[in-house]
């Protein structure tokens, strides 16, 4: 059990618990709380079990890969119904893919030729999905994890060998994406 996610998983789950005392019916939305204790049996069987970077690697994709099929399924769903619609993951999906944006952001940064183009997709396509589920919350943690990072790049670009005028043009038309994403 010494692992660096126990706190912030105990931090998020009081968050969650927290959320109940607001709800119209708290001890009916208790049962929606199974998905958290999913995440953390999940989350001890992968630290328990996971030893090497290549299954870190498969794991990861995997991850991409559902929350990508998810995100596909909320975007029809949402054009098509024109409600709010979390897809098979559920509300915790609007957690999953604001992580898997920045994640497939972060990789989009640090990979080259087509990776980095279909890494920019998949970041497209849950920035969609994300604005679909209109869970603002979700937005704004999204954006705000993401804006810091970009500021590190920009601040960093000479360690990672990046030109500051590059990013600072990616981070302005990745904005434009958004906005333009947001108002269709």
Known sequence: ??????????????????????????????????????????????????????????????FLLLTALNSLQVIVQGVLLHKRVFGFAGIMFVDYVGMSAVVATVLAVFHSGMKRYAFIGLATLFVGALITTQTRTSWISTALTSILFMSYLIIKAPMFHFRRTRLIATAFTSLIVVVGSYAF
């Open 1 to 62: 059990f010494a692992h660096p996610l126990w706190y912030p998983l105990l931090v998020y789950g009081a968050a969650k618990i927290l959320s109940l005392v607001n709800a119209t019916t708290p001890l009916a939305n208790i049962y929606l709380l199974y998905n958290y204790a999913a995440m953390i049996m999940l989350i001890a069987i992968v630290v328990v079990s996971v030893k090497s970077e290549l299954l870190v690697r498969r794991l990861l994709v995997v």
